[in-house]
């Protein structure tokens, strides 16, 4: 990307516009060099969204910005329902409510380290994952109690024996997604997730046990129960197949309504109705069940992992350190021109990032300010953030959410095989297990960027804080 | 160059994957691109033709994109259903709209080496129309 028409508001903050139909700014984080190599269709994205109707403040791309459907992966945009502001169903993207978790176990690498290859067995045996019949759930659910799945999200999970009460507080909204309208679900969504309940799923999601090896702010790092050289469980994934039905629905649905308001859509993703028309609200409601459905699937293979954990070490307690997500539209509440304005804000591929003293925070996490996870790639680093109140006024506290790819599935599979990444990380100390030798190569720790540049670059946009970096020991593919 | 008719292909985008088919007809371009979505997940030759489905039938649309966008994610709502991975496809238009059916077989973990689910065909640099040459292409980005 070509930053002669931007201004530099700082060495990390890049501002484009407002020129032709935007309504706001465009604003881009990252290093110089990150933005310069990332691609154009970010800013031509960004351009687009900045025109939407009801946006407030900018159109916002985290360091890890990439081309995405209408708006861009690593993308974040506000809109004022009171303004005609609208939704986009594009702006959430087909894995509502992606996100990572990540539980704290008390353990040491070297307790963990001489178990791993049993372990790495153990959790790939007992968490379906991939595609086929060894992805499919070890729960079976009757439609009436996966409505109330729907409807409870992490709430339920935990009330039906997946959990414990304390993973409720450690979960964005409390574990359960208020205003979910399960009874307007579509069947088709419906019936995609009857098997689909505690999956991992596949291509990039992934259960990887980690270690801390590197503490960047020791005081935060104690209130999250990390210590240099602690064991950590990360899982990654979404709402699976139900998440994607209802992507694809409103997809459709917006894309045919966004003219009969009369909104010209630069960018047919970009299809989106206003938030108060009956499909905008119908669609926040099920995209809050989808919301709920992410979260009940994270608790549940929550427990799977507490299940084999408990297996090899007894006393251990795998504590929920934080649950956060990637792709959403919730109503918050922003300051706009000195003002508390409740707003609409799409995160696509952008993590929340409530720095300290949030409102909505448990007390717990009100000292430090909510955990931010941003996954590395397969063999590489992980790192543990905490928001920032400066996020508040750069990005409406929002950060990044990953690295990204830096070249496509298919060409990762020219340049490297499965099974010679799965030997090749063996010898570096990581197990890696996964039903697909093909999908190894498509996520080769070489097809991504450096989620370390990504890291530094929200931390010295003020995006979020660094506290601590993970290394893989396993990692379960989806 | 003179490329072969009808033929499907993928083209690169960022973290996913293009796919597109070109055919004499929409409906050939439909099936092509069909097939360029199974090859997404597996090589086409490694799954066999043992079961047919109805993907579709009556499948209307205000225009051939959106057609085309309905279509490719029946197929993809069929796959998370039935479990079933498709290796040929063929459309008939009807009175009543876009019928479509599919051969495949039941989805074989130690076979077909499936990488990825596709989430759902997009919008994203999708296209339903006729060329120059009156041949017809077909393609959008799909979400894996």
Redesign the interface.
């Known amino acids: 990307m070509d930053l002669a028409d931007f201004i530099k508001a700082s060495d990390y903050e890049w501002h484009y516009g407002p020129v032709d139909h935007m309504r706001v700014p465009a604003i881009i984080f990252g290093s110089e060099a990150l933005i310069c190599a990332m691609d154009d269709h970010v800013l031509t994205q960004l351009k687009n969204v900045a025109s939407l109707r009801g946006i407030v403040k900018a159109a916002y791309a985290m360091p890890d910005a990439h081309w995405g459907y209408g708006f861009p992966i690593g993308g974040v945009a506000a809109f004022d329902a009171s303004n005609g502001g609208v939704i986009s169903a594009g702006g959430v993207g087909f894995d509502i409510s992606c996100g990572v978790r990540t539980l704290t176990s008390g353990l040491h690498h070297d307790e963990v380290k001489r178990l791993r290859a049993r372990l790495a067995d153990a959790l790939f045996g007992a968490i379906p994952a991939g595609m086929g019949k060894r992805s499919k759930s070890r729960i079976e659910l009757e439609l009436a109690e996966l409505d109330a799945m729907l409807g409870g999200g992490a709430k339920w999970a935990v009330s039906a024996g997946y959990g414990v009460a304390d993973d409720l507080s450690r979960t964005e909204e409390f574990g359960c997604m208020a205003g979910a309208t399960p009874e307007a679900v579509s069947q088709h969504s419906k019936e995609r997730q009857l098997a689909e309940v505690g999956t991992l799923g596949s291509g990039n999601h992934y259960l990887e046990v980690q270690y801390v090896e590197e503490i960047y702010d020791p005081e935060t790092a104690k209130a999250f129960d990390l210590e240099k050289d602690s064991v950590v469980v990360t899982i990654h994934c979404g709402s699976r197949g139900l998440g994607h039905q209802i992507g694809t629905e409103y997809l459709g649905q917006m894309a045919k309504e966004a003219l009969i308001y009369g909104i010209e859509l630069p960018d047919r993703e970009l299809a989106c109705v206003p938030i108060n028309s009956p499909t905008g609200q119908k669609y926040l409601g099920v995209m809050r069940a989808a919301i709920n459905c992410a979260l009940a699937n994270r608790q549940v293979l929550t427990h799977l992992v507490r299940q084999v954990f408990a297996g090899f070490f007894p006393r251990a307690k795998l504590n929920l350190l934080y649950d956060v997500s990637h792709n959403t539209c919730k109503v918050e509440t922003h300051i706009v021109n000195g003002r508390a304005k409740e707003l609409h804000v799409h995160r696509k591929g952008a993590t929340r990032a409530f720095g300290p003293g949030h409102a909505v925070l448990p007390m717990e996490l009100k000292t430090t300010g909510q955990p931010v996870l941003i996954g590395g790639s397969m063999g590489t680093s992980s790192y543990v953030l905490a928001g920032s109140n400066a996020s508040e006024q750069a990005a409406l506290s929002s950060s990044c959410h990953g690295a990204g790819r830096s070249m496509s599935r298919h060409h990762a599979t020219t340049l490297w095989s499965g099974r010679a990444i799965i030997k090749d990380l063996a010898n570096q100390g990581i197990e890696v297990r996964s039903h697909s030798y093909r999908g190894i190569a498509e996520e080769a720790p070489g097809a991504y960027k450096d989620v370390s540049d990504v890291v530094n670059s929200a931390a010295a946009a003020g995006l979020s804080r660094k506290v601590a970096k993970l290394s893989p020991m396993i990692c379960v593919k989806g | 160059m003179h490329q072969q008719l009808p033929r499907w292909e ?1 083209f ?4 996913d ?1 293009g796919v597109r088919g070109v055919g004499f007809s929409r409906n050939e371009a439909f099936e092509q691109i069909a097939l360029a979505l199974s090859a997404v ?1 597996t090589k086409l030759e490694l799954i066999a033709l043992t079961s047919e489905i109805l993907v579709t039938g009556a499948l209307v649309a ?1 225009d051939d ?2 057609l085309l ?2 279509w490719l ?1 029946a197929i ?2 069929q796959t ?2 039935t ?1 079933m991975i498709f290796g040929r496809y063929t459309c008939e238009t009807r009175a009543d709209g876009l019928w479509g059916w599919a051969i495949g077989e039941p ?3 130690s076979r ?6 596709v ?6 640099a ?1 296209k339903a129309i006729k060329l120059g040459d009156g041949t017809f292409l077909a393609q959008c ?1 799909v ?2």
Do not use: M, R, W
């Open positions: 993928h690169s985008h960022g973290a994957i997940q205000p994109e959106l966008f309905s994610n993809i709502y998370a259903i479990g989805i074989d973990d077909h080496d499936i990488a990825c689910e989430k759902g065909a997009t919008l994203t999708i980005v979400d894996v």
